[in-house]
Nanobody, 113 residues
Framework: QVQLVESGGGLVQAGESLRLSCAASGSLFAIMGWYRQAPGKQRELVATMTTGDSPNYADSVKGRFTVSRDNAKNTIDLQMNSLKPEDTAVYYC?????????WGPGTQVTVSS
């Protein structure tokens, strides 16, 4: 069983930064990353990273967000810079292992204008 612990969410003003962190209780994850879901919208990809590959970002966050993973510590972080009000959402840590998807409980990110 894989469990994900998220941290780093909060309330910030537009233009400021936040860093989200996720710690997984396992290893050998094919994919680690972050998704988000705003009220009234479906869950969407923010950024993911596979083993042996480059990061994958949503077009809306390219140039502003940076994803990184530490395979020794089994963590995935998301550095979010130049935040915009449209970034407001619940952010979910995501990992894929042995073909199964696992989701964190979600952490709220609110960006005020």
């Amino acid at each position: 069983q894989v469990q994900l612990v998220e941290s780093g969410g909060g309330l910030v003003q537009a233009g400021e930064s936040l860093r989200l962190s996720c710690a997984a209780s396992g290893s050998l994850f094919a994919i680690m990353g972050w998704y988000r879901q705003a009220p009234g919208k479906q869950r969407e990809l923010v950024a993911t990273m596979t083993t042996g590959d480059s990061p994958n970002y949503a077009d809306s966050v390219k140039g502003r967000f940076t994803v990184s993973r530490d395979n020794a510590k089994n963590t995935i972080d998301l550095q979010m810079n130049s935040l915009k009000p449209e970034d407001t959402a619940v952010y979910y840590c995501y990992v894929k292992r042995w073909g199964y998807d696992y989701w964190g409980p979600g952490t709220q990110v609110t960006v005020s204008s």
